[in-house]
């Protein structure tokens, strides 16, 4: 559920009304921006009725990542990462040693909620940091 608030707030405004709309997202996701009659990101957004508009305020789930344990024993090294987000949204998953040079490490796409994956080139001995950035 997202919210998006008018001020004043009523359902219908005369013809030259300025009125202000904020969008409040939600815990765990993010405003994208303003479609419809209006666009751009700015929030709140102010705008002058001249006539009749549709304004949507369009929200995104963010984007967690996070490393995982291992469910069982088993051979594999390197860490289980869990990306989870919007269903169908892809990402680009990086690495860093020092969190300033980022490589591309892989592409995802999430299915349902999350996808998880396997970081085999990590190795104990130097740090690593993780970041995702929507495609």
Known sequence: MRKTRGSPEANAYTKGQAGRLL??????????GWTG???GTQNPLTVTVPTNRTITATFARRLSLALQPW??????????LQLAGGEGNTCLVQASPDLAAWQPL???T???????FI?????????????GELR
């Open 37 to 39: 009659d209006a666009s």
């Open 71 to 80: 469910p069982s024993p088993t051979p594999h090294r390197g860490f289980l």
């Open 23 to 32: 969008a409040q997202p939600f815990p765990g996701q993010a405003f994208l």
């Open 119 to 131: 970081d085999v080139a990590v190795t104990n001995r130097s740090p690593r940091f993780y970041r």
């Open 110 to 116: 999430i299915s349902n909620t999350a996808v998880q």
């Open 106 to 108: 892989t592409t995802l």
